[in-house]
């Protein structure tokens, strides 16, 4: 792609800039900082670009206010820059606009800190569960889920409620990691949930309870009518080896594959070797992978036969 500068001036600070990339001598944090409120978004680029290298978190403050840029490439590129900076001084930076005014900073804030599992940013991100804007809400939960502590627990849970979707689903795989009862209630509650991803991730979850309730709920779930929870509900049963019944030898019938994948797999690991007959039906069938499921499926449950 071919960049158009408009003056000399700029032009030099372009070459400046590219050179510094190259090995060259770099400009100051100030004069970096500088320029990134210079009106052409290549050189707003480029000063990130040079910043990353030079590695000072002097200029982390701006970067997070080039977090709000205008220009798409360079606020991306601000927050992925903005989560290379390992020192305790950025931490503070980065804690800091936790509480700022602007969504895109608190954001950037929030991604950058997510995986550090700071001491000091966790009541900080805490609050994050909270904001405003459901993207952030989202990353605060998954940051806060990653410091691994069940003290924790009651904050995440509060999402299982959030009004966005895409956080409630978050929140069911956050939740999930810990043994509490709870938690166990709270994910048969959500494949209740209105949006189908919410139900699909607490179907998946559910397999990691192997518990009468669960393989109730889990069973009921093969009823579902969107078809991604009827496969992950399918396939946790599978896990749990849960005889589903006529409910899973159902799924054999279906058009679309997936299901037929699934239902294999789940009778597979049943247990129940009744069911091989059910399963050479499906020897033949025009999709690879089911064929493929099937005949393992048989030889799971032939074993058992021996």
Not at 106 to 125: I, S
Not at 215 to 228: F, G, H, I, S
């Amino acid at each position: 792609m071919s960049i158009i500068l408009d003056n000399e001036q700029t032009q030099q600070i372009f070459l400046t800039l590219a050179e510094s990339l190259e090995g060259g001598e770099a400009p100051s944090t100030k004069l970096l900082v500088t320029y990134l409120g210079h009106p052409e978004a290549s050189i707003r680029r480029l000063a990130i670009e040079v910043i990353q290298l030079e590695n000072d978190s002097a200029a982390i403050p701006a970067l997070l206010r080039a977090t709000s840029d205008t220009n798409v490439e360079v606020s991306l590129l601000a927050s992925e820059v903005l989560r290379a900076f390992q020192t305790p001084a950025a931490v503070e930076h980065l804690i800091a606009a936790l509480e700022s005014s602007a969504s895109e900073t608190r954001l950037a804030a929030v991604v950058a800190l997510r995986e550090r599992r700071e001491p000091q940013a966790l009541d900080p991100l805490i609050r994050r569960i909270n904001d405003a804007e459901p993207g952030i809400r989202l990353h605060a939960v998954t940051a806060v889920a990653n410091y691994r502590s069940h003290d924790q627990l009651f904050a995440m849970r509060s999402a299982l409620s959030d009004e966005s979707a895409a956080v409630r689903r978050v929140a069911i795989e956050a939740v999930a990691q810990f043994d509490d009862p709870l938690v166990f209630d709270e994910l048969i509650a959500a494949l209740g949930d209105n949006h189908w991803q919410v139900r699909r991730e607490a179907a998946l979850e559910l397999g990691r309870f192997p518990s009468e309730n669960a393989r109730a709920a889990l069973t009921a779930a093969l009823e579902d009518p969107a078809w991604q929870v009827v496969r992950e509900a399918a396939l946790s049963l599978a896990r749990l080896q849960v005889d589903a019944g006529e409910a899973g030898a159902k799924l054999l019938t279906y058009e679309l594959s997936d299901l037929r994948i699934a239902g294999a797999v789940a009778l597979g690991a049943s247990q129940n070797p009744s069911w091989i007959d059910r399963l050479e039906l499906l020897l033949n069938d025009q999709d690879g992978g089911v064929r493929k499921a099937a005949r393992l499926a048989i030889e799971q449950l032939a074993a058992l036969r021996k």
